[in-house]
């Protein structure tokens, strides 16, 4: 079984490349997309420290602890000047079906080395494997686009979430009916608040929104929100975390949230900004009680109990 807060193998042996990732449930499979950085830790002339753009990887698993390599669901290009040439930048890809036209729709933060293109980059795919065709990048209601994520919610109305404002604010912007743009209807969260890493969920009546701050590949303390409705109202309440080095999130950042038999987990990255192939990750059950949520660490998720 995988290590909570270490790096994990896939059914091969082999390192999971599925950073800034995300899990969806489909037809009783989970599927995990996440950045593929098998490759060199470089530093961008900026400064920026990175891996060259190789694509998103896909896994596949039936418990959530076994997870099969699909391979790349969308390959980098190896056009020169292609928004997804090796020299770019894709990440924390996030992936929804669509029930009315039956695809995949992938987003993901698109952007140059130096960070200043600032786009959500949009594919589609007719499996969950892939693989998906890059349809655009865009900059949602004319904002920038850092760190995000994707999020459906009862009535099959999707959001995307996104930091902007140079990252002082979160925007919310929804989907139009088929996930492949934004419709216009667009709201903010966390006001000049600078947070990051968003990942959102819903339980009993009350959207929740956990967080990360601002400080690049290194750990700082997560924070989670609340809101009545997803575009608007929400308010920042306290660190989920608990426990020793719950400060730091345990050296951990927010990615996503997922549900599994009725309980919630929060997925981490433990960024090695000194090797990033070889960041780790977690799986974390959340404690959801009275609007609060607390997030002890453990060191294994067994899914099966
Ligand atoms: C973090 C962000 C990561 C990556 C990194 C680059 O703040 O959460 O996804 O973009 O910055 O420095």
Known sequence: MNKNGTIWHDTEGNTIQAHGGMILEHEGMYYWYGENKNGPTSTAPSGDIRVDFIGIS???????MNWKYEGLALAASDEPGHDLYRDRVGERPKVLYNEKTGKFVMWFHLDSADYTDARAGIAVAD????PFRY??????NRSDCRDMTLFRDRDGSAYLIHSSDWNKTLRISRLTEDYLDVDGVCGKAFIEQEREAPAIFF????YYMITSGCTCWDP????????STVLSGWKLIDNPCVGEHARQTFFGQSTYVFEKDGAFYLMLDHWKPEDLKNSGYSILPIEI??????IPFRE????SK
């Open 127 to 130: 499996h969950p494997a892939g």
């Open 300 to 303: 294994y998720t067994d899914f």
């Open 58 to 64: 896909c896994y596949s698993s039936a418990d959530c």
């Open 135 to 140: 349809v655009k990048g865009i900059r949602p």
């Open 289 to 294: 009680s009275d609007g609060h949520l607390t």
């Open 203 to 206: 339980q009993e009546g009350c």
């Open 220 to 227: 700082n303390s997560a924070l989670f929100g609340t809101s």
